[in-house]
């Protein structure tokens, strides 16, 4: 099977932490469309995957001139748009798990599928929650609404490559009941 080169589609690196995932459900923000959802943490680390998206930004400037242009004259230039690569540092410094990353948030109107490690599909919601780490497949695009110009990101598919620290302070059950200590049940 030939794989078709999309110069604006990029899988990040396996130590992309998924936050506020609403990959289940999708979700209205201020009664806007619900769509499925996730911010995706990238450690500034993972230079090539921070490159990839870079390049893609650009690609999909370059691809969408003529939505960007709208009916002005001229196309604005790229460093005036609204892109989705945010530096945690700079935007959530007071946001531990944005320390030294990038961030970039990614919505789909269908739901992405989701696998593990081993491209199995994962059926058990709990699996997948924000604090995970795993691959994304993103698309990045030109848009133009309302006035708002700029580069957006899609969510195609997500990969589950390990269990991470969950995010937003709520414990999984599995780690709350991990021992068989119960001293203080019923005391």
Wanted: aromatic share 8%; glycine share 8%.
């Amino acid at each position: 099977m030939a794989k078709f080169n999309n110069p604006m589609k990029v899988i990040t690196g396996p130590n992309t932490r998924w936050s506020y995932a609403n990959v289940w459900e999708p979700k209205s923000i201020n009664g806007s469309t619900p769509k499925y959802s996730v911010s995706l943490i990238i450690p500034k680390s993972d230079k090539v995957t921070v490159e990839k998206i870079k390049k893609a930004i650009q690609a999909a400037y370059e691809e969408g001139q003529s939505k960007l242009k709208g009916n002005g004259k001229t196309v604005p230039a790229l460093s005036v748009l609204k892109t989705p690569l945010r530096d945690g540092d700079l935007e959530r410094p007071d946001d531990e798990t944005y320390a030294n990353s990038y961030f970039i948030n990614a919505n789909s109107a269908t739901a992405p599928g989701i696998v593990d490690a081993d491209r199995n599909t994962i059926i058990d919601r709990s699996e997948v929650y924000s604090g995970v780490y795993g691959r994304a497949s993103i698309n990045l695009y030109a848009f133009n609404s309302n006035g708002n110009k700029g580069i957006a990101c899609g969510l195609n598919n997500l990969q589950k490559i390990k269990d991470g620290e969950p995010l937003g302070g709520k414990s999984r059950a599995e780690d709350d009941f991990a021992t068989e200590d119960d001293d203080d049940f019923l005391a």
